[in-house]
């Protein structure tokens, strides 16, 4: 199927996945950097952004959302891209790592490492912010202060006053309107770590990720065997919260040997 996404830039090709109820232009803080040396495709998953919804009658999961975006490179004539992913876009970059699809995975703050108490919680945060963004009136996501925004991203991002106020309300657009959001965070409730990665993975975790506490970062350092980075002072989208240190990490640059243990 055919998915909304912006490309950029040349090299070797580099899919962005964005995380559950967000969109591809959470990657815009970064997307100039990766571009300098990748041929960079930040796409909207199925029913969500500007992407349309899954066939009729196709359940909204892990699977099936993988399945569409490499549907989606082999339609473009790419074959095994990079991938990067934040949240849900994590779990299914490191999915895509598992099954031998992509060459390489990174997964920023990833989903499916949580314990049962912690996904109920993110579970119950995630419905309160999509009921914020689709209440009557000017919600808080749309609120041109440092305040406003402090007090609607707190949760998500750890500089919210980075982000300007177009961005913001694109954010809660994308939020109020994704059709697949119900579906795909249902499906997340029985979503266990992946299989083993048949290909190289790096997982990154922000230092102040509200959403996914950094302590779930230990197992993912468990599953994929090596440690797992922090990204100090970002939270769990940290695309706006530091551009230099995303893009340094997905881009294997001198950060990886720097990274420390979130233990």
């Known amino acids: ?20 109820g967000h969109h591809r232009r959470g990657w815009l803080p970064v997307l100039d950097l990766l571009a300098e040396r990748h041929d960079v495709i930040a796409v909207d998953l199925p029913g969500f952004g500007d992407s349309p919804p899954l066939p009729y009658g196709t ?3 892990v699977e099936t959302l993988g399945r569409a975006v490499r549907d ?24 895509l790592a598992s099954s031998g699809d992509v060459r390489t995975a990174v997964a920023l703050s990833p989903a499916g490492f949580w314990s049962r108490a912690e996904h109920a919680y993110s579970r119950a945060v995630l ?46 657009t994308a939020l109020r309107e994704c059709v697949g959001f119900e579906e795909t965070l249902d499906s997340l409730a029985w979503a266990a770590p992946p299989a083993p990665p048949q290909v190289p993975v790096t997982i990154a975790w922000g230092d102040r990720d509200r959403l996914l506490p950094r302590r779930q970062a230990v197992r993912a350092a468990r599953w994929a065997g ?4 922090l990204l100090r002072g970002c939270g769990h989208v940290p695309m706006s ?23």
Request: charged fraction near 20%; proline fraction near 8%.
């Open 59 to 61: 359940p909204y999961n």
């Open 1 to 20: 199927m055919e998915l909304a996404h912006d490309r950029r830039g040349s090299g070797p090709p580099l899919i962005l996945l964005h995380g559950i």
């Open 226 to 229: 090596q440690r797992t980075l």
């Open 127 to 172: 419905r309160l912010l999509r009921l914020a963004a689709q209440a009557d009136g000017l919600p808080a996501f749309a609120a041109g202060t440092d305040g406003g925004k402090a007090l609607a991203l707190g949760l998500l991002v750890a500089r919210p006053e980075r982000l300007p106020r177009e961005a913001v309300l694109a954010a809660a």
């Open 72 to 95: 989606f490179w082999i339609g473009l004539g790419l074959n095994r891209p990079h991938v990067a992913g934040n949240s849900l876009g994590g779990y299914i970059a490191l999915d």
């Open 241 to 263: 919260d530091d551009p230099e240190l995303v893009a340094r990490v997905i881009l294997g640059g001198s950060i990886l040997e720097g990274g420390e243990d979130p233990r």
